[in-house]
């Protein structure tokens, strides 16, 4: 159920329902505090960081970021790519590029570590759009990771930097 609710939300900041998104995510987040859930916590967790970023609620937003890494076991792949997915959308919406990039070009190096080629892909794009080519090796790198998302169908992905609040 927090998984499902978790992906309505999401699909709610994407449509711009950002009151609605805060709701769900909320919603999904207690649901994985409650059950003491470690799997989807951290992806949760994130959502609703990005969501309340998006409502302007950039303390919750770190709060929440900071509840879930005091009680989540950090080293497992997945769980700090998404606390720091999190954690470069406050930076960017406080202003903090420097910061930001910082924190998604390790994002970028974890997943390469641990993700698949599509996932790694999505990130590139993200950070080449966000920040520059520069950020990911240049327009040659952007348009590789472009060019695989289109042949995955994954235009969430493509769409995803379009979102950003900083």
Known sequence: LASAVTSRGILHRVAGRIDQAVKDLREAYRLCRELKERGIVTWTASQLAMALVRAGELQAAREVLEETSAVVDS???????????GEVEILLAEGDREGALEKAL??????????????????????????GPDAVGGEEEMERARRLLEETHWQSAIMAPDLVSG
Request: no cysteine; glycine share 8%; charged share 35%.
């Open 106 to 131: 390790e994002v970028l190096r974890l997943e390469r570590e641990h993700e698949s080629a599509k996932d790694v892909a999505a990130r590139i794009w993200w950070i080449g759009r966000v920040f």
């Open 75 to 85: 080293r497992g792949p997945g769980s700090v790519d998404w606390l720091l997915e």
